[in-house]
């Protein structure tokens, strides 16, 4: 069966740079570039979500010129997205998943104004997961909870999570086998594909053949 639910861990912008004689943060460039054409690539396979790991909580401590670049390059590209008339032609709802306060304030306020524009959009749903961290997810869900009084169950713990939704499939690039905090409880079950090619090298065949190895894995969950 075809996942629905696909995450991405975007690995590898800056050893791409390296690799290619180039300076670090166009690394980045092209990695956004290559997010531009993921979203082209999903919406034509019918995924119906796309969770991509853009910016980790961990990331936020690379040093000040990188995180500059690194902000200024969201802005300009979500600012892009948010006049992109494919958005609307195609249905993509595009949402925020993280600690969203620790982004300068202008990206903040960039980001409702895409959530607010998109809402309505019903064909795929892109979560881009910003300033994200797994275990601080958990600390707020947990806080969530006890604030609320609530009992600690499955349940409960769920519906006060960022991301209320499990991707079947998450594809890691860059040649990496770790799972870098991410997702760490909606990812219980999910398959993990890790590929040797770093994020701007990837392709719409990748993700295609992604999509077909998922579908030959048998999924018993335990039993």
């Known amino acids: 069966m075809k996942p629905k639910h696909i995450a991405v861990v975007l690995d590898g912008n800056r050893r791409y740079a390296k690799k290619h004689l180039l300076g670090t943060l166009q690394g980045h460039d092209m990695g956004a570039e290559t997010v531009e054409n993921l979203i082209e690539w999903a919406s034509d396979l019918n995924v119906e979500i796309l969770t991509l790991y853009a910016l980790s909580i961990e990331n936020l401590s690379r040093s000040k010129p990188e ?10 590209w979500f600012t892009k997205l948010k006049n992109d008339r494919r958005i609307k032609e195609k ?9 969203i306060r620790l982004l300068p304030q202008k990206l903040q306020n960039l980001c409702k104004e ?10 795929l749903r892109m979560n881009f997961c910003m300033a994200y961290g797994g275990k601080q997810e958990l600390i707020e869900a947990f806080k969530k909870v006890k604030e609320n ?6 349940d409960n713990i769920f519906k006060n999570l960022w991301l209320q939704e499990e991707p079947e499939l998450i594809i890691r690039t860059g040649d990496r086998t770790r799972t870098s905090n991410f997702l760490p409880w909606q990812s219980t079950y999910s398959e ?32």
């Open 67 to 76: 995180l500059e670049h690194l902000f200024n390059l969201f802005e300009k």
């Open 91 to 99: 249905g993509i709802q595009i949402k925020f998943v993280g600690n």
């Open 114 to 123: 895409i959530e607010e524009d998109t809402k309505d959009n019903e064909n």
């Open 149 to 154: 009084n609530e009992e600690i169950t499955e």
């Open 192 to 223: 993990w594909i890790f590929l040797k090619k770093l994020w701007p090298e990837f392709t719409k065949q990748d993700l295609i053949e992604s999509i077909e190895k998922f579908e030959t894995t048998e999924r018993n969950f335990g039993k």
